[in-house]
């Protein structure tokens, strides 16, 4: 079966199976004989600011960079490295395998054409194209006209996506610039700089080494503030206690623009649904307000994806862009969709309803699900209704894969802590069965 991947700046996504094998951010540190990528890059940029670089996929070009090397002369030959870095960790049985390429629907005719002849250079034939809206939402529950919105490093990219009989097209593409995640933590890191400042006269921004730590504390902040909560804030034995609300406003600050296109898409009687991609998660409770808004799940995104891989044929002709695709049914994914919700938690033969007030903690008595916990600032999970949102204690994965943002319960999903032994999966239990007589 062919590699799906993803291409977005924020996270460069490798999938097979129906499953997310790999992830790595569009960072990359630029030295003359060394060429750092993803993570590890990301956890270095605030030491390296001088040869940092982060805008190689969202301004891909052969347009020649300023720091650049004899091997890296511009942004296409750092693309074509984090993609043959991605390659080469492959396991061996997927190291010829067909490649499918879900690609950002703000790149122009030249940015698509580059990007082919940069993915025709490895040893895996590449099957197709896909703009990454319809692709996204050729197997979500949708409506006739949606608006899918995609969070990059430096930008949201808006999509039309309409239905016209049984195919899902996408049509006029929006960006909102600097409304990206990188444009994002840099405004918090300026407004967190400035509020230790004001409290304990210390700048963390001062030591490059203390404003790294202050940057990969940020997405945590930002999920835990976006939840309603205060917090500590500490950094280089430091600490100072912030209200949600203080940062809550600088976050609505950041995304007024935003804010203010999806209030206009709310008004629009031609635009059903607001979609959101996953990448949305960290800020998901700040989206809720919009009626329309619905956020794709990853195991949702997954099921997509696994579908276009097994469904899509090279076009005889050679490799094509694909903005249109086979849709499903709006009456059976929603049918689908209902069946999936699940009512209760199963463990060791126990089941636990889900509710708004259910936490999971460390405690050993009922597996640690409690209603609600004797301590609120310390628990693995917290279950709110259909939403698994990550607590304070312990590693927490679902069907194996470690989540820290809130995240949509299926029937069927495994969830589990390196603080409890026993793993709770999610069934749907019916309160009414018909009897014949």
């Not at 950041?254 to 635009?271: G, H, M, V």
């Amino acid at each position: 079966m062919a590699l799906l991947i993803d291409i977005n700046d924020l996270a460069v996504r490798c999938y097979h199976n129906g499953e997310l094998i790999s992830s790595a951010p569009g960072y990359a540190l630029l030295e003359a004989k060394k060429l750092t990528l993803g993570e590890p890059a990301r956890q270095q940029s605030r030491l390296n600011p001088l040869i940092l670089h982060h805008e190689f996929w969202q301004k891909l070009s052969v347009q020649t960079l300023q720091n650049n090397t004899s091997r890296l002369r511009h942004n296409a030959d750092i693309a074509h490295s984090q993609l043959q870095q991605l390659l080469k960790d492959l396991p061996s049985e997927l190291q010829s395998a067909p490649l499918i390429f879900c690609l950002p629907s703000s790149w122009d005719a030249a940015q698509l054409s580059l990007f082919l002849g940069l993915a025709q250079t490895f040893n895996h034939p590449v099957i197709g194209l896909v703009d990454s809206a319809v692709a996204a939402l050729a197997h979500h529950p949708h409506s006739h006209n949606q608006l899918y919105l995609e969070w990059h490093l430096h930008e949201v990219v808006i999509s039309r996506v309409q239905q016209t009989g049984h195919e899902l097209q996408r049509h006029e593409v929006e960006t909102l610039a600097n409304q990206g995640w990188q444009s994002l933590l840099e405004h918090l890191l300026r407004n967190i700089a400035q509020l230790f400042i004001q409290k304990l006269r210390f700048d963390p921004r001062q030591n490059a080494q203390t404003e790294q730590v202050l940057f990969n504390k940020l997405p945590d902040w930002i999920r835990i503030a976006s939840q309603g909560k205060e917090q500590e804030l500490s950094l280089a034995g430091q600490r100072i206690s912030v209200s949600a609300e203080e940062l809550l406003q600088h976050l609505r600050s950041f995304l007024s623009p935003l804010t203010q296109r999806l209030q206009k898409a709310e008004q629009d009687n031609n635009i059903q649904q607001l979609v959101f991609s996953d990448h949305f998660n960290p800020i998901a409770p700040l989206l809720q307000r919009f009626n329309k808004s619905a956020i794709i799940n990853e195991h949702h995104l997954a099921h997509s994806f696994d579908n276009l891989s097994q469904q899509l044929q090279q076009h005889p002709d050679g490799v094509h862009y694909l903005m249109k695709l086979p849709a499903s049914s709006p009456k059976v994914k929603n049918t689908e969709s209902m069946q999936s919700r699940g009512t209760h938690l199963l463990c060791d033969g126990h089941a636990y309803p889900l509710s708004p007030s259910l936490y999971w903690t460390s405690n050993r008595q009922d597996h640690g699900l409690q209603t609600p916990p004797t301590a609120l600032d310390d628990f693995i999970a917290h279950f709110d209704s259909h939403e698994l949102i990550p607590g304070s204690t312990g590693h927490l994965t679902l069907n194996g894969q470690p989540i820290s943002t809130p995240t949509t319960l299926l029937c069927g999903d495994i969830i589990s802590s390196d603080q409890q032994q026993k793993r709770l999966q999610v069934i749907h239990v019916h309160t009414s069965m018909g009897v014949s007589h």
